[in-house]
Structures are given as structure tokens and as C-alpha cells.
């Protein structure tokens, strides 16, 4: 089993930056990916970002160039770095890991809102 939790949303302006956190508990060494997803009001959820456990990354065509996604080297913990916010990036962010025996687990979520 794998606990997730992240942190880091916000208020930020158009043009600004926020980075979030994923802090992974519990059966790290069975996470085979790991995942950025966002639900935007009255959206479905989609995938923002993923890296695998050799550090591949991918990424949705709407933030690529602005969002990095990214892994401490002990890979308790994931990142996203988004820079360039805007205003449709507002949305809840979730996190997901996903084991080898391909099971799931999702974090709570925390709110994104880009305003001026």
C-alpha cells in the first residue's frame, strides 16, 4: 500500500509559479510510475504529467515547456514545478501512484487557482 499526500496549491497570479509536492509513505519500492492529474470545474480529470521509476517523463500537450514534473533521488517525494500559470490551469491537482502489480493510489488533492 502507498499513502500519497500532496501540498503546495495556491492563489498565483497569470505568469506566475507554484511547484507541488507529492509525499509518497508506505511501499515506495513497488511504484512503478507516478502521476500529476488535475479536474477542472465541470472537466474531466486529466493527466498533466507522469515519470516513471527510471525517470521517464511525459507530458500533456497543454503544459509542455511551462510544468516539470520530477523525483527525489530517495523518491519519497514528487514534484511539479509549474511556471507560466494561467488562468485555465485553475483546477484541483491530484497525485497518483501506480505499483508494478498496476494498483493505485490517489492523494487527496490540493486546489490550483490562477486569478488576478
Known amino acids: 500500500q502507498v499513502q500519497l499526500v500532496e501540498s503546495g496549491g495556491g492563489l498565483v497570479q497569470p505568469g506566475g509559479s507554484l511547484r507541488l509536492s507529492c509525499a509518497a509513505s508506505?511501499?515506495?519500492?513497488?511504484?512503478?510510475?507516478m502521476g500529476w492529474y488535475r479536474r477542472a470545474p465541470g472537466k474531466e480529470r486529466e493527466l498533466v504529467a507522469s515519470?516513471?521509476?527510471?525517470?521517464?517523463?511525459n507530458y500533456a500537450d497543454s503544459v509542455k515547456g511551462r510544468f516539470t514534473i520530477s523525483r527525489e533521488n530517495a523518491k519519497t517525494t514528487m514534484y511539479l514545478q509549474m511556471n507560466s500559470l494561467k488562468p485555465e490551469d485553475t483546477a484541483v491537482y491530484y497525485c497518483?501512484?501506480?505499483?508494478?502489480?498496476?494498483?493505485?493510489?490517489w492523494g487527496q488533492g490540493t486546489q490550483v487557482t490562477v486569478s488576478s
Open positions: 508506505g511501499d515506495i519500492s513497488s511504484i512503478s510510475v
Open positions: 497518483r501512484a501506480t505499483t508494478w502489480s498496476l494498483y493505485s493510489s
Open positions: 515519470i516513471t521509476s527510471s525517470s521517464i517523463t
